[in-house]
């Protein structure tokens, strides 16, 4: 057996994948429910009599709850156990969506939301985390490339879903959808997804940790959004407080005696530490660009939301394509070999993005998304393979926790960072709107290289288990 070689893998029953198809049904919620609002912004303006900067909060509000959420899922699974904290998550979800769907004014809708947001936080890392320890060293990366895939695939469905319900219904329906999703999956979880027991070791909560990580994340993600608003007081001090507490989490975290929230030693072992790297820039990558191209479609080239969603679908289908590739490799082919040419995919892909000001036709739009959903796809879940295969199955909650949180956040304070630029952009070029997109995908191919660095430090080979 050469040295890139990897070990037999055990086969992927019927079994497993049914597993794995009832936990991607929490993730699913979880993922498309923070994008398929976007759409209906304009319909939630007219319905509450609010403005604009006060219902974007609907989106905001949930995300950063997501943010505030998902570094206790670790600490939850394991004083709980998966299977118990991941139905009580799609409960608080279902039932965050049917509050949202009764909401009676802007306020109150935001309120809602944060509550989605709670139980929406915890699906994927617990969801993912679970999978592994059911699925076992040798073939968590085969089933984890067929879950990887959804979050990969939510920001391109959600504005076409989304745009889809408003089209036949009213707008509490772009809640109401998540009902019957949700009763089925805990319906099918409690029947076939195994309990896996809370852990032995019993630790206490990082109290200390969850009031300097969560608020200092949120309060990040807001300072960044008030920059994007042109709202300099509220912005400096967001951003500086935010970091001074993410710093002190951090000197908490070295310090403390017990187990943090997240640790950060865990950054300082490989392959750990490459792939969460890989991941933040990643995240900034995919969501940042699916903040800019319907914005740049729909304000430059004048396409309806319906219209735009079309235009992004292809992404989807290639990251379909994707997976479907990686799961034939993953267990054949050197797990850095799969992400580097999966960043190099996204960086050809995204070059197209930088000559918008020359207003490129739709096919070749849609066939660099095509080349960059494949790229995505082949990122993913090879990084979650190489840190779930080398983990102890006792830790997988806390680390699974860890990716998640970091993937949300490369995405928020990339897409924040993002509209920065853009708004800098938008005010230097003046009527050459077209051009200043092209400027700020600039940006998107300085996160893909970034993402490159990061992932040469990733192993070369696959782990072997006895």
Request: net charge positive; aromatic share 6%.
């Amino acid at each position: 057996m050469s040295k890139d070689a990897a070990p037999p893998a055990e086969r992927v029953d019927g079994q497993l994948l049914r597993i794995a198809f009832i936990l991607v049904l929490g993730t699913f919620m979880a993922t498309i429910d923070a994008t398929i609002v976007s759409v209906g912004i304009d319909t939630l303006t007219a319905e509450f009599g609010a403005s604009v900067a006060e219902i974007q909060w609907v989106t905001t509000a949930y995300l950063l709850a997501v943010v505030a959420t998902v570094p206790a899922s670790g600490w939850l699974a394991d004083r709980f156990g998966g299977r118990r904290t991941w139905l009580v998550a799609v409960g608080v979800f279902l039932l965050g969506s049917a509050l949202c769907a009764l909401a009676w004014s802007a306020t109150s809708l935001i309120v809602f939301r944060i509550v989605q947001g709670l139980g929406g936080g915890l699906l994927p890392a617990t969801g993912q985390a679970l999978l592994a320890r059911v699925a076992g060293p040798s073939r968590t990366g085969r089933v984890i490339s067929v879950v990887a895939v959804v979050p990969l695939l939510s920001p391109v469905l959600g504005p076409l879903v989304g745009g889809s319900i408003l089209g036949v219904a009213s707008w509490p329906w772009l809640f109401l959808v998540n009902l019957p999703i949700g009763a089925v999956a805990i319906l099918l979880a409690r029947r076939h997804v195994p309990a896996v027991p809370p852990s032995t070791r019993r630790t206490a909560f990082d109290l200390r940790g969850a009031l300097l990580l969560s608020p200092g994340l949120a309060v990040l993600v807001y300072g960044l959004t008030e920059i994007a608003h042109g709202r300099t007081l509220p912005a400096t001090i967001g951003v500086c407080a935010g970091l001074a507490m993410l710093a002190a989490f951090t000197v908490h975290g070295l310090r403390t005696r017990g187990t943090p929230l997240v640790d950060p030693r865990l950054f300082s072992r490989p392959p750990f530490g490459a792939a969460a790297f890989a991941l933040v820039v990643l995240g900034a990558s995919v969501f940042g660009t699916m903040f800019l191209l319907p914005l740049y479609l729909q304000t430059a080239r004048g396409l309806s939301p319906w219209e735009a969603g079309l235009l992004l679908a292809p992404q989807g289908l290639g990251a379909v394509a994707g997976s479907v590739l990686v799961n034939r490799a993953i267990d054949k082919v050197a797990p850095r070999t799969l992400v580097v040419t999966g960043i190099g995919l996204i960086l050809v892909g995204t070059v197209p993005f930088t000559q918008l000001g020359h207003e490129p036709p739709d096919l070749l739009i849609a066939s660099a998304l095509v080349v960059r959903g494949v790229g995505m796809a082949m990122i993913t879940a090879p990084v979650m393979n190489i840190v779930y295969s080398r983990i102890e199955p006792a830790h997988l909650p806390r680390a699974s926790g860890a990716l998640n949180l970091l993937n949300i956040v490369g995405g928020s304070v990339g897409t924040a960072a993002l509209a920065v630029v853009l708004q800098d952009r938008l005010a230097a070029r003046g009527t050459d709107i077209s051009w200043a997109f092209a400027d700020t995908f600039w940006w998107v191919l300085g996160f893909c290289l970034l993402a490159a660095a990061g992932a040469t430090r990733l192993p070369r080979t696959h782990v072997r288990k006895s």
